[in-house]
């Protein structure tokens, strides 16, 4: 897309965002509404709900071992079925017909080109604001401290 804007004398500009702790901080009980909704076999809901939930943990330091604590949200790290649960929770991330949306594993990019900066910068502000519903809707948090917008262009 960005070479693509070069050659048609278009600016390219892209926002990047990072899911902050994507896989830990899974909202369960939102993945397992997204499993029935999108037509999951139940007998698969039931494994996939079996292998989230009531998961424990406990901390040593030292000596001393804490109480038994439930996990309350995300998909366990290095299994091999979570990247497949955390693209399932978030497939259906909110899509713009102005912009271009570039998503892997927990960094999202959302571009947009036209010859005029004022429209790109109209239609990711646009998107971002749907998007920042969409993320609040369902328990997802950006890491701020990550964000970038970036302009790409010929003309300097």
Not at 37 to 57: Q, Y
Not at 123 to 149: G, R, V
Request: aromatic share 10%; proline share 4%.
């Amino acid at each position: 897309m960005i070479s693509a804007g070069f050659e048609n004398k278009e600016h390219t500009d892209a926002v990047f965002l990072d899911v902050q702790k994507a896989f830990d901080r899974v909202w369960l009980n939102g993945l397992i509404y997204k499993l029935i909704t999108h037509n999951t076999p139940p007998p698969l809901i039931k494994l996939i709900t079996s292998f989230l939930l009531n998961r424990k943990f406990s901390v040593r330091v030292n000596a001393t071992l804490s109480k038994l604590r439930q996990i309350q949200a995300g998909v366990p790290q290095g299994a091999k079925l979570s990247p497949a649960l955390f693209s399932i929770f978030i497939n259906d991330i909110p899509q713009k017909h102005n912009t271009t949306l570039c998503i892997y594993a927990d960094d999202t990019a959302i571009l947009s080109k036209n010859k005029n900066t004022r429209y790109i910068t109209s239609a990711l502000n646009k998107h971002i604001q749907k998007l920042e519903c969409w993320f609040h809707k369902w328990k997802i948090a950006i890491n701020t401290s990550k964000a970038e917008a970036v302009l790409f262009t010929r003309n300097l």
